[in-house]
Antibody, heavy 118, light 107 residues
């Protein structure tokens, strides 16, 4: 069974940093691109970042470019999102998701909540 | 960026109704469109990919159509489990973008 489990969320002050982790199981991580998507409280979905199979390509939404970094460790079956210079508008539930071969985001984790507030 | 616009934002319907949700892209996206269902407090669930392909395990009452800039999600006979919020998403170019969502409520 495919499972994605996020961790690392919490309360952080504006300007602070957090590192989110996504533990993958039930499939061969090395054969899939991976994504992070976020959802502010009561709002819609916003794609944040993608990383290719070996970590050599990364893509970001403009709102996080230069502040967030997606990475992966296939040996540890994990994907990460390093978040720096956090702002109030980064407050959201952050989902890790698997990109299917042609199907966009076919599996999602339950999410981890990031709250940026003083 | 490609803007995705869904209509309506809210839809009131009864069990057994045929329901149609529209999604319009600001640029042509061929068929690189997905539909998701999200229930309160839960992660989104993929329903349809490449505009009209049903994800494994999704009931056949769900269907998708369209190409280019105009897309439709149809639920042929609404069931109690279908009262949720639905999002479309384009994945033809970065940044990937989602529609604002359509909430299907009980009439």
């Amino acid at each position: 069974e495919v499972q994605l489990v996020e961790s690392g969320g919490g309360l952080v002050q504006p300007g602070g940093s957090l590192r989110l982790s996504c533990a993958a199981s039930g499939f061969t991580l090395t054969t899939y691109w991976m994504s992070w998507v976020r959802q502010a409280p009561g709002k819609g979905l916003e794609w944040v970042a993608n990383i290719n199979k070996d970590g050599s390509e990364e893509y970001y939404v403009d709102a996080v470019k230069g502040r967030f970094a997606i990475s992966r460790d296939n040996a540890k079956k994990s994907v990460y999102l390093e978040m720096n210079s956090l702002r109030a508008e980064d407050t959201a539930l952050y989902y890790c998701a698997r990109r299917g071969f042609v199907s966009s985001l076919d599996y999602w984790g339950p999410g981890t909540l990031v709250t940026v507030s003083s | 960026d490609i803007q995705m616009t869904q209509s309506p934002s809210t839809l009131s319907a009864s069990v057994g109704d045929r329901v149609t949700i529209s999604c319009r892209a600001s640029q042509r996206i061929d068929i690189w469109l997905a539909w998701y269902q999200q229930k309160p407090g839960r992660a989104p669930k993929l329903l349809i990919y490449k505009a009209s392909n049903l994800e494994i395990g999704v009931p056949s009452r769900f269907s998708g159509s369209g190409s280019g800039t105009e897309f439709t999600l149809t639920i042929s006979s609404l069931q109690p489990d279908d009262f949720s919020t639905y999002f479309c998403q384009q994945y033809t170019s970065y940044p990937w973008t989602f529609g604002q969502g359509t909430k299907v409520e009980i009439k």
